[in-house]
C-alpha cells in the first residue's frame, strides 16, 4: 500500500484540527482522532505542525473576527466565527508568502538549496563540483549505473568529473542535458531552460525520456533555450566565461534590458522585484557588479539611467522615469 503524500497528512491534520475545535465534537470523534493519531509518527507530527500553525494566526484571527462583527448592524445577530477568520487568514498568509517567495516550495521538496542572495559550493562524492546560484533547488540521485541532477529552480555549473562507468546528466523541465567530463551551466527561467557550454560537449535533449530524438550537441561557448512547449532551439556562440561569471562571484550586464537585471535582482533580494512602465524595454544597463551586492546594481539603476526604485514590504519596485512621473510613487 502507498503510504499517504506530505501534502495528504497535512491536510488530514487540519481538518482533524477543525473538527475537535467545533461545538458538535463528541467522544466518537475524539476516539476516531485517537486511532488515526496512533497510525504512525508522522500522522503525530503532521498535527503538531497542524497546532503550531494555528497558533501562528490565533491571535490575528481573533481580531479580524472582532472587527467584522463591530462593522455589523446592531440589529444583526449573526457573527463571523473567528475559526472561520483563522482559516482564511492562514490561506492569505499562506498564498501571500508564496507570492512573495515563489521557490519556497522547491526548497522545501530539494536535496540541495540555496535562498535568495545566497550561493553555495559542494562537491559531489564523485568528484564532481557544482556551484548553485541564489535562490535555487537540485535533487541529487548517485547509482553504481549512473548520476542524475534535476534542477527544479535556479541555475547550476557543474564541472563534472569523467567516469567511463558512469553517465551524468542534469535534467530541468523538458530539458536534458547529458555529459561525460565538462563544465556547463544549466538555468531553469520563467519561460524554459537554458544551457550553457563553457567546456566539453553537452548533448541536450527535449524531455526527459531518453526515447527523444530532437538532439543537439553543443560544444564550447555554445548555448542553446528550450522554451515551454516549443521546439529546441539553435545553438548559438557565446562569450561562456563571460555568461557564467555569476559562477565566480560576478554578474556582467552589457545593453542588458530592465527586465532580465529584474530577474537577476529576484535571485539576490528577498520578495520579488517588478518593473513597471511601458518603455521599460528601453533602458539597458552595462557594468561589472558583485553577485552579492544588489544595492550596487539599483544603484546604478538610479544614477545611470534614472530609474525610480522603492522598497516596499516584500516587493521591490523598478519604474521608468516617464512611468515615476505619471504614477503615484509608494513611499517607504
Not at 521538496?109 to 546560484?133: I, Y
Not at 553537452?202 to 543537439?216: F, K, L, R, W
Not at 551586492?293 to 523598478?318: C, F, H, K, N, Q
Request: hydrophobic share 45%.
Amino acid at each position: 500500500m502507498a503510504l499517504p503524500s506530505q501534502e495528504t497528512l497535512d491536510d488530514e491534520a487540519m481538518a482533524w484540527f477543525l473538527r475537535l475545535r467545533a461545538p458538535s465534537a463528541n467522544e466518537a470523534d475524539r476516539r476516531d482522532f485517537e486511532a488515526w493519531l496512533a497510525r504512525s509518527e508522522r500522522h503525530a507530527e503532521a498535527y503538531a505542525e497542524a497546532e503550531r500553525l494555528w497558533q501562528a494566526v490565533e491571535a490575528p484571527a481573533r481580531l479580524l473576527a472582532e472587527r467584522e462583527a463591530s462593522a455589523r448592524p446592531a440589529s444583526s445577530h449573526q457573527s463571523w466565527p473567528w475559526a472561520a477568520a483563522a482559516c482564511l487568514l492562514l490561506t492569505l498568509l499562506l498564498g501571500f508568502g508564496a507570492w512573495r517567495d515563489p521557490g519556497l516550495f522547491d526548497r522545501w521538496m530539494a536535496d540541495l538549496t540555496t535562498a535568495p542572495g545566497h550561493s553555495q559550493q559542494v562537491t559531489l562524492e564523485d568528484g564532481t563540483r557544482l556551484f548553485l546560484d541564489a535562490d535555487s533547488a537540485v535533487d541529487i540521485e548517485m547509482t553504481d549505473v549512473g548520476r542524475q541532477l534535476t534542477l527544479r529552480r535556479g541555475r547550476l555549473w557543474v564541472d563534472v568529473t569523467h567516469e567511463p562507468t558512469r553517465s551524468f546528466s542534469v535534467l530541468a523541465g523538458e530539458a536534458r542535458a547529458e555529459v561525460l567530463g565538462t563544465r556547463f551551466a544549466v538555468e531553469r527561467r520563467a519561460g524554459g531552460v537554458r544551457v550553457t557550454v563553457e567546456e566539453g560537449r553537452v548533448a541536450v535533449s527535449h524531455g526527459q525520456g531518453g526515447g527523444s530524438t530532437e538532439q543537439e550537441v553543443l560544444g564550447a561557448d555554445q548555448m542553446i533555450e528550450l522554451q515551454r512547449g516549443a521546439a529546441l532551439g539553435v545553438p548559438s556562440e557565446i562569450d561562456a566565461r563571460g555568461r557564467l561569471a555569476w559562477a565566480r562571484g560576478k554578474l556582467l550586464f552589457d545593453q542588458t534590458a530592465l527586465d532580465e537585471v529584474a530577474v537577476q535582482l529576484e535571485r539576490m533580494l528577498p520578495g520579488r522585484v517588478v518593473v513597471s512602465g511601458d518603455e521599460a524595454g528601453a533602458y539597458r544597463l552595462s557594468g561589472s557588479f558583485p553577485a552579492h551586492d544588489p544595492d550596487a546594481i539599483l544603484d546604478a539603476l538610479e544614477t545611470s539611467l534614472g530609474i525610480t526604485v522603492r522598497r516596499l514590504p516584500g516587493v521591490t519596485w523598478l519604474a521608468s522615469p516617464a512611468h515615476a512621473t505619471q504614477q503615484t510613487v509608494p513611499s517607504l
